[in-house]
C-alpha cells in the first residue's frame, strides 16, 4: 500500500509555488506506482487466463494493459514537469501503489475479471481523493489529468464488471 515519500524536486520554471509543486509530485508518486501496478496486474491476468471466452477477454487484459500504460506516461510526465523526479520502478510501484497484491494462482477468467474489478474500483477511488486534493491545493492542471485517468479508469471498470453484472443481479435488467 502507499507510503508518504519525500518529493525531490529539479529548478522548474513552473509557475506552481514550491510547496504545492512538492506536494503534488508526492501525490502523483502514488499513482504513479498504482498506474505501474495496475498496468501488469491486467499483464498478469492476460498471460494466465483460462477458461470460457478465453480469446474475448485475454484481448480485453491486453488492452486494459496498453491503456494503463498511456497513464502511466502521462503521469510521470506531468511530475517531471513540475521539476519532479518520476520514480518508475518495479521497485518503487510496489512501495507506492494503493493496491492490494494481485494473487499469483488466479487462472479463472471470472477470478480474474472480479478481481481486477477489485482494482480499478480502488483506483478510482484514490483518484477521486487525488482530484479533491489537487483541487484544494490550487493545481487545476494535475486535478485535470487525474480526471481523464479516471476517465479511463472507469470505463476500465465497466468492460470488466460487464461480463458478471447480469449474474450478480439475479439476471435482472
Excluded at 16 to 26: P, S
Excluded at 125 to 134: D, H, Q
Amino acid at each position: 500500500m502507499a507510503k508518504s515519500a519525500t518529493a525531490t524536486l529539479h529548478p522548474s520554471k513552473n509557475p506552481q509555488k514550491e510547496n504545492v509543486r512538492g506536494a503534488m509530485v508526492q501525490l502523483l508518486q502514488k499513482h504513479l506506482g498504482t498506474a505501474i501496478d495496475l498496468s501488469y496486474q491486467c499483464k498478469q491476468a492476460h498471460w494466465n487466463v483460462k477458461g470460457m471466452n478465453f480469446i474475448a477477454v485475454h484481448k480485453l487484459f491486453d488492452e486494459l494493459h496498453e491503456a494503463t500504460e498511456v497513464f502511466v506516461d502521462l503521469i510521470a510526465e506531468r511530475m517531471t514537469g513540475m521539476g519532479g523526479q518520476a520514480q518508475g520502478t518495479v521497485q518503487a510501484a510496489s512501495a507506492n501503489t494503493v493496491l492490494e497484491p494481485y494473487p499469483l494462482d488466479i487462472v479463472k477468467s471470472e477470478d480474474h475479471l472480479r478481481r481486477l474489478s477489485d482494482s480499478y474500483a480502488a483506483w478510482g477511488k484514490a483518484l477521486i481523493e487525488g482530484i479533491e486534493e489537487a483541487d484544494e491545493a490550487g493545481d487545476d492542471l494535475t486535478a485535470d489529468l487525474l480526471t481523464e485517468v479516471g476517465r479511463g479508469i472507469s470505463t476500465g471498470l465497466y468492460f470488466l464488471e460487464s461480463h458478471f453484472q447480469v449474474e450478480d443481479a439475479g439476471h435482472s435488467t
